[in-house]
């Protein structure tokens, strides 16, 4: 049981690059979720899938785009990166509302 | 948009003194989760809150729900090295999937 898992761990793109970061969930959760984290700004959410099937934006989704490939997995697209997004992405799942979100280990973005 | 603010933002203090973080808003939420998380990893939950009012302990722990649901405390009694991390709060509303998180607080405990 390996709860949440991201890939890659750490990624460093020139701007105007594209990538995928990829993420999955062993717990037969429903709701996925990508934050992001920046330095004395907390978590602020991109986009989540409240269950599979569906997407919405959350806080700060320009730039990114995300797909919910089945229950397990859920990918967040940076079409085409830019420095402003040099930043640590985490992706949590949970099995409803109000229940505990998981997280996974993060992954370390710099954009040159 | 609904907003968390956290407060203090950064917190040194030396083992076996107590502290009080806040978590504070304008907006109703219908839970009010705490997180601690440590360098390098995902935050990890300490409790949920759902009650205007609720208080709960977790060892030296103590965390509130403010009456009318706007507002939540973490109280550690008597601190120690371990207990250092970031917290965060994050609230949720009727109604939504989403999870609003505070700024921080970053505490440092010194041995």
Known sequence: N?????????????T???????????????SMYWYRQDP?????????????????KGEVPNGYNVSRLNKREFSLRLESAA????SVY??????????????????RLLVL | TQLLEQSPQFLSIQEGENLTVYCNSSSVFSSLQWYRQEPGEGPVLLVTV???????????????????RKDSSLHITA?????????????????TYKYIFGTGTRLKVLA
């Not at chain 1, 105007?16 to 429903?30: I, K, W, Y």
């Not at chain 1, 420095?83 to 040099?86: G, V, Y």
């Not at chain 1, 985490?90 to 992954?107: D, H, I, L, M, R």
């Not at chain 2, 207990?83 to 009727?94: E, K, N, R, V």
């Open chain 1, 2 to 14: 390996a709860g949440v898992t991201q890939t890659p761990k750490f990624q460093v793109l020139k």
């Open chain 1, 16 to 30: 105007g690059q594209s990538m995928t970061l990829q993420c999955a969930q062993d717990m037969n959760h429903n």
């Open chain 1, 40 to 56: 004395g700004m907390g978590l602020r959410l991109i986009y989540y899938s409240a269950s599979e099937g569906t997407t919405d």
């Open chain 1, 83 to 86: 420095p402003s997004q040099t």
């Open chain 1, 90 to 107: 985490f992706c949590a799942s949970t099995k409803g509302v109000q229940e505990t979100q998981y997280f996974g280990p993060g992954t």
């Open chain 2, 50 to 68: 759902v009650t205007g009012g609720e208080v709960k302990k977790l060892k030296r722990l103590t965390f509130q729900f403010g009456d009318a």
């Open chain 2, 79 to 95: 601190a120690q090295p371990g207990d250092t991390g970031l917290y965060l709060c994050a609230g949720t509303t009727s109604g």
